[in-house]
């Protein structure tokens, strides 16, 4: 009679599985609604020192704001694109420089989405310069984003360099290539110039991050460069662990790398491509403070 009595006080454990599996879906339903309407909308700023003893003096102290990969039209839309446009003002940038990918081209844009890109993005305000270069995906339609970025006072180098001076006799060379995966590169070309650059500290702007491989296989070795398009695999873990990532760049996923003289850092971008989420990897602006010594 009393076994009987304690086993009626015991919850069924049918009932105790039942919770568990409701409190382990809610779980996933939620985590589903952070990473697809939470953090794609989150926007961050990385900020990091860069000390180099081969900068010119005269650009001791100088702000570059990077971003890239708007992708526009996944989770990129009007008031975000308002968002980012007043923080890297906030900022207060030197130079600005943007590492391709304002489209998607898995959407179609109308006339009026591609007016609305050149009017925010005209916005952008940099003391010195705006680059660019373009992205595989802004091959979708070419002719429209380079007009997009000419209206938007971006300097667009394709193949191209340009020697930007300031206070000194020393310039920053900036060096723009396009995109890997869609256009020709060039390097002779990228590096031709009326002028003697040999010993100028070379910033070179890609949207693929592999630029790297490519330029040491030549024998060139830049002080800096900065690139985008792996989104940083839109969703990490701890310990290194990336998941949704494109194939080509699965040796490059992190913000940062070092090889022998040269540094390069990759934008973790703004928007999303295929997949609409993001975890652990909200969409960021990168801000470099440069110095010639510490």
């Known amino acids: 009679m009393e076994e009987q009595q304690i086993k009626d006080l015991q919850p069924p454990k049918r009932n105790t599985f039942k919770k568990v599996l409701f409190l382990f879906f809610l779980l996933l339903i939620l985590f589903y609604l952070y990473?697809?309407?939470?953090?794609?909308?989150?926007?961050?700023?990385?900020?990091?020192?860069?000390?180099?003893?081969?900068?010119?003096?005269?650009?001791?102290?100088?702000?570059?704001?990077?971003?890239?990969?708007?992708?526009?039209?996944s989770t990129i839309h009007e008031k975000s694109l308002d968002k980012i446009v007043t923080k890297i003002n906030e900022l207060k940038a030197d130079?600005?420089?943007?590492?391709?990918?304002?489209?998607?081209?898995?959407?179609?844009?109308?006339?009026?989405?591609?007016?609305?890109?050149?009017?925010?993005?005209?916005?952008?305000?940099?003391?010195?310069?705006?680059?660019?270069?373009?992205?595989?995906?802004?091959?979708a339609n070419e002719n429209a984003v380079k007009e997009i970025l000419e209206t938007a006072g971006f300097t667009l180098l394709n193949n191209q360099n340009?020697?930007?001076?300031?206070?000194?006799?020393?310039?920053?060379?900036?060096?723009?290539?396009p995109s890997l995966l869609k256009g020709n590169i060039n390097l002779t070309d990228s590096l031709t110039s009326s002028e003697n650059t040999e010993k100028t500290y070379k910033i070179w702007l890609s949207h693929e991050p592999t630029i790297l491989d490519r330029l040491y296989e030549n024998n060139l070795k830049p002080n800096l460069i900065f690139a985008?398009?792996?989104?940083?695999?839109?969703?990490?873990f701890p310990l290194d662990g990336y998941l949704l990532h494109q194939s080509e760049t699965s040796n490059y996923l992190?913000?940062?790398?070092?090889?022998?003289e040269t540094q390069m850092f990759i934008s973790s971008g703004l928007g999303t491509y295929k997949y609409n989420v993001r975890f652990l990897n909200a969409p960021s602006i990168s801000l470099y403070r440069l110095y010639s010594h510490l």
């Open 35 to 73: 990473i697809r309407c939470v953090e794609p909308n989150l926007l961050i700023v990385h900020e990091y020192p860069i000390i180099d003893n081969n900068l010119p003096a005269s650009f001791d102290g100088t702000k570059i704001v990077h971003f890239s990969d708007i992708l526009y039209g």
């Open 95 to 139: 130079i600005v420089i943007f590492t391709g990918d304002i489209l998607n081209d898995t959407l179609y844009l109308k006339d009026e989405d591609y007016n609305l890109l050149k009017d925010k993005l005209k916005n952008i305000q940099a003391k010195y310069k705006k680059y660019a270069v373009l992205g595989d995906n802004d091959y």
């Open 162 to 177: 340009e020697l930007l001076y300031f206070k000194g006799n020393d310039p920053l060379e900036f060096i723009g290539t």
């Open 228 to 236: 985008g398009h792996t989104l940083n695999g839109l969703v990490s």
């Open 254 to 260: 992190k913000n940062h790398y070092e090889k022998e």
